[in-house]
C-alpha cells in the first residue's frame, strides 16, 4: 500500500472522557478527570505524532468547551479547520476503571451531542474531503444515531468515488447501538463495502456475515479475515487483534493482518503493567496504517500496529502522541533507560 498522496482525514465525533479516579468508586471522593478523546480523534492524534499531515472531520459545540478540545488537538498537531461549531452539547463518555474482581465500564452520554444532531445537509463533503488522500472513520459514528449512520455511509461512499483510501474500524458499541438499532449489521454493511481496510475480527465477522466461525487462534482469524474479504470485494485488507488477559494488569496482545493471498501476524506481545487499556485499538489501527504506507509487509505492519498499541497501554488517556522513535524503539525492543 503506497502512501497517501494527502492529508489523512479522520471522521467522528470528538468527546470528553469524565473518569473515575483509579481504586474508587464513582463519587466516593469529589473528583473526575478529564480527558479529550474519540475513536477517530485518537487516530487522527496518533499518525499526527508520528509525523503524518492529519485533519479531523467533525462537529464540537460552539463556545469555550469546543474551544478547549479543539485547541487539544490542535496541540497534537491535528488540523480541525474542517470541525463544525453548531450549538448543542459535548458528547460525554464515563470510564469506571475496574478493581479487584470488578471489570472496568463505560458508561455513554452521548445522545442529542451536537455531532450526534448534525444534519446530512450540514456536511459539505466536497469541501471537507478536499486534499484528503485517506478516509479513516469506525463503527462508533453509526453506532449513534441514524443522522450519523447516514454521514458515515455518505463520507465513505464520496471518499471512494473520489479515489481516497478508506479505513473502517468496527469499534463495537453494543450500548450504543440498543438505544436505536436491532439491526446493525444492515447499517454496517453499506459502509464497509466502501472501505480498503477493515479492523475487525471473527467476531466483527460473525455480526456482519450472520454466522459463527470455528476453529481457534490464528486459524479462526485467518477463516473470518477471508469470509470478509470475498462479502466485500473492494476489501485489500483485514487487520485484527487478540487480547489474553493473564491479570488484570498484564495482558498478552497478538495481531495479524490477511489478505486475499496471504496472512501475516507480529510476535505475541506481553504488555505490562496496563495503566490505561481506552484508545489502545485506535493506537493498533492507526499503527497498522503508517506501516503500510511504510512499505512494510504484513508482517511489518502488524509489528508496527502491535508495538504503538502496546505503548499505548502505559499511558493515561484516549490519545497516543507518541514519537517515530518511541515507536521504532518499541518493535525493536529497547527496554532499558535510555542515557
Avoid at 1 to 22: N, W
Avoid at 73 to 100: I, N, S
Avoid at 213 to 234: H, N
Wanted: net charge negative; glycine share 12%; aromatic share 6%.
Amino acid at each position: 500500500m503506497t502512501a497517501p498522496d494527502g492529508t489523512i482525514a479522520c471522521f467522528g465525533e470528538i468527546v470528553m472522557r469524565v473518569s473515575v479516579p483509579h481504586g474508587e468508586l464513582p463519587l466516593q471522593s469529589a473528583r473526575f478527570d478529564a480527558c479529550v478523546g474519540g475513536a477517530e480523534a485518537n487516530v487522527a492524534v496518533a499518525l499526527a505524532a508520528l509525523g503524518r499531515a492529519t485533519s479531523m472531520i467533525s462537529a464540537v459545540p460552539g463556545g469555550p468547551i469546543g474551544d478547549g478540545v479543539l485547541g487539544e488537538l490542535r496541540r497534537h498537531g491535528v488540523d480541525v479547520a474542517p470541525v463544525l461549531r453548531p450549538a448543542g452539547r459535548m458528547g460525554l463518555y464515563y470510564h469506571l476503571p475496574g478493581g479487584a474482581m470488578r471489570p472496568a465500564e463505560v458508561i455513554y452520554d452521548r445522545a442529542g451531542s451536537a455531532f450526534a444532531e448534525a444534519a446530512p445537509e450540514d456536511w459539505n463533503w466536497d469541501a471537507l474531503l478536499d486534499g484528503a488522500g485517506w478516509l479513516h472513520l469506525s463503527g462508533v459514528t453509526p453506532a449513534l444515531g441514524p443522522r450519523s449512520a447516514a454521514a458515515a455511509l455518505e463520507a465513505a461512499t464520496r471518499a471512494r468515488a473520489a479515489g481516497i483510501g478508506v479505513s473502517f474500524d468496527g469499534n463495537w458499541r453494543g450500548r450504543l447501538w440498543e438505544r436505536w438499532q436491532p439491526d446493525p449489521a444492515a447499517i454496517l454493511k453499506p459502509i464497509i463495502a466502501q472501505a480498503t481496510l477493515l479492523f475487525g475480527n471473527h467476531r466483527d465477522a460473525a455480526l456482519l456475515l450472520g454466522r459463527d466461525f470455528s476453529g481457534d487462534g490464528a486459524e479462526r482469524r485467518r477463516d473470518a479475515a477471508l469470509a470478509l474479504l470475498e462479502a466485500f470485494p473492494a476489501l485489500e485488507y483485514v487487520a485484527s487483534t487478540a487480547r489474553d488477559i493473564v491479570s488484570p494488569d498484564t495482558h498478552r496482545l497478538t495481531a495479524r493482518i490477511d489478505t486475499r493471498a496471504e496472512g501475516g501476524a507480529g510476535e505475541p506481545a506481553i504488555i505490562t503493567p496496563v495503566v490505561d487499556r481506552i484508545g489502545t485499538g485506535d493506537a493498533f489501527a492507526a499503527g497498522v496504517l503508517d506501516g503500510l504506507w511504510q512499505g512494510r509487509d504484513l508482517v511489518g505492519a502488524a509489528t508496527n500496529g502491535l508495538a504503538l498499541a502496546g505503548l499505548k497501554h502505559g499511558l493515561r488517556g484516549d490519545f497516543a502522541p507518541l514519537s517515530r522513535a518511541a515507536l521504532d524503539g518499541a518493535s525493536a525492543g529497547a527496554r532499558d533507560v535510555a542515557r
